[in-house]
């Protein structure tokens, strides 16, 4: 079994900044990708921001330049970091570890809410 959690996660005024923490645990030999996906009410799950083993990043367009992703591979963490926070940004916010070796495994942490207030 592997567990992931997120924290982390509160309220803010708008263009203020959060840092979120995603920590996966368990039977763990190695990890593709960590990822932080979002859903607002009424809204599909998109993708934030993801990592891949090797470093390399993505994010979505409407995060560019605001948020940052990065890892601690040692302690199969991982970070995003929020500024210059929107009330679109408003949402819960998921962790997701990914590996594609043996044992693979796809799993997702609960959630954190994220609030943004003008």
């Known amino acids: 079994q592997v567990q992931v959690e997120e924290s982390g996660g509160g309220l803010v005024q708008a263009g203020g900044s959060l840092r979120l923490s995603c920590t996966a645990s368990?039977?763990?030999?190695?990890?593709?990708?960590m990822g932080w996906y979002r859903q607002a009410p009424g809204k599909q799950r998109e993708l934030v921001a993801g990592i891949s083993s090797g470093g390399g990043t993505n994010y979505a367009d409407s995060v560019k330049g605001r948020f940052t992703i990065s890892r601690e591979t040692a302690k199969n963490t991982a970070y995003l970091q929020m500024n210059s926070l929107k009330a679109e940004d408003t949402a819960v916010y998921y962790c997701?570890?990914?590996?594609?070796?043996?044992?693979?495994?796809?799993?997702w942490g609960q959630g954190t809410q994220v609030t943004v207030s003008s």
């Open positions: 368990g039977r763990i030999f190695s990890i593709n990708v």
């Open positions: 997701n570890v990914v590996s594609l070796g043996i044992p693979r495994f796809n799993s």
